[in-house]
C-alpha cells in the first residue's frame, strides 16, 4: 500500500473515543460521521463523480465501520479494506494511515469481477513491517455483516457495529476475558446508553481526516513502468492521458511530456 503524505495535525477532523468497558473486558469506539460523510459527498462532486446511491449508501457503512477500526488499533499501522459484493454488483475500497489520521477510498461500480460469493479482503502494515493479507467470504449486502465476519474468522474475535443514531456510530470488540453473552446480546439502544449502565474508561481520542495523498508525482510514479513498457500503447496519439487515482478515483492529467522529463530525472 502506498503510503499516505503528511497532513497538517492542526486541521480539523472527527473525533473518534475509544473506551474500554470495564467488567467487560471489551473496546468501546464511537464517532459521529457526519463530517467524514461530508468530506465524501464534497470529493465526489470536486471529482464529478455519481456512484449509484445504493452504492453511496454502503460506502457510508463501509467507510464509519473502517474509521473506526482504524482508531482501534496501534498507531503504526496502515489498513486497506477490499469489500467485493456480487448483489448489488461493486466493490468497494477503502485505506487508512493511523500516523497520520488520514482515510480514504472509493467505490468501483465497472467492471467488478463475478465471483462465486462475496469476498472481504484486508491487507495490514505495522510499521516497516511486511504486508500481511487475509481474507473472508460473507453473505448480504451489508458491509457492517462484512466487517463483524472478518473479525470473527480473520481476527478471530467477535466484533459488534451498531448506527447509535443519525450518522453515528459505534463498535464494539471483544478483549481477552469478554463477557461474549453481554456483547452478542447488545443492541443499538443499549450501546446508546452505555455511559449509564456500564463503567467506561476513557481510552483515546484520535482525529479521523478524508485524505489520500494522491498528487501529480505520484502518479508519474505509477505510469513510469508503462511508458518504459510500452510509450505506444499508453499515449498512442494523444499528447495526454486521464488517469484515477487507485485509492480515491480523484482525476490526475498526465502529458506525455511531464511523464518523459520525469523518466529521464529518474533513470
Not at 41 to 54: F, G, W
Not at 134 to 149: C, L, N, Q, R
Not at 153 to 181: K, V
Request: glycine content about 4%; proline content about 6%.
Amino acid at each position: 500500500m502506498p503510503e499516505s503524505t503528511p497532513v497538517n495535525p492542526a486541521a480539523s477532523g472527527l473525533e473518534v473515543s475509544t473506551y474500554f468497558v470495564r467488567g467487560r473486558n471489551a473496546l468501546l469506539a464511537q464517532a459521529d460521521c457526519s463530517d467524514l460523510f461530508v468530506d465524501f459527498y464534497l470529493h465526489l462532486s470536486d471529482q464529478k463523480m455519481k456512484p449509484e446511491p445504493e452504492h453511496v449508501a454502503m460506502f457510508k457503512r463501509a467507510l464509519a465501520a473502517f474509521t473506526l477500526h482504524c482508531a482501534s488499533q496501534p498507531r503504526n499501522v496502515m489498513t486497506a479494506w477490499t469489500m467485493n459484493f456480487q448483489q448489488p454488483l461493486v466493490n468497494i475500497f477503502l485505506a487508512g494511515d493511523n500516523e497520520f489520521g488520514a482515510v480514504t477510498g472509493r467505490v468501483f461500480e465497472d467492471n467488478v469481477k463475478r465471483l462465486p460469493a462475496n469476498l472481504f479482503y484486508a491487507d495490514v502494515v505495522r510499521g516497516r513491517g511486511e504486508p500481511r493479507r487475509s481474507s473472508v467470504d460473507f453473505t448480504g449486502a451489508d458491509p457492517v455483516v462484512a466487517v463483524e465476519k472478518f473479525y470473527a474468522q480473520s481476527e478471530q474475535r467477535t466484533a459488534r457495529i451498531f448506527e447509535t443514531g443519525e450518522e453515528c456510530f459505534a463498535m464494539i470488540t471483544e478483549h481477552p476475558d469478554c463477557d461474549l453473552a453481554w456483547l452478542r446480546g447488545l443492541t443499538a439502544e443499549a450501546v446508546t446508553k452505555l455511559a449509564e449502565t456500564e463503567t467506561l474508561t476513557l481510552l483515546e481520542k484520535r482525529v479521523a481526516r478524508w485524505h489520500c495523498g494522491c498528487n501529480q508525482e505520484r502518479i508519474l510514479q505509477v505510469l513510469l513502468p508503462a511508458l518504459r513498457q510500452d510509450p505506444a500503447a499508453l499515449f498512442g496519439e494523444d499528447p495526454k492521458i486521464e488517469i484515477r487515482c487507485p485509492r480515491c478515483a480523484a482525476r490526475h492529467v498526465v502529458t506525455r511530456e511531464a511523464l518523459e522529463a520525469y523518466a529521464a530525472e529518474h533513470p
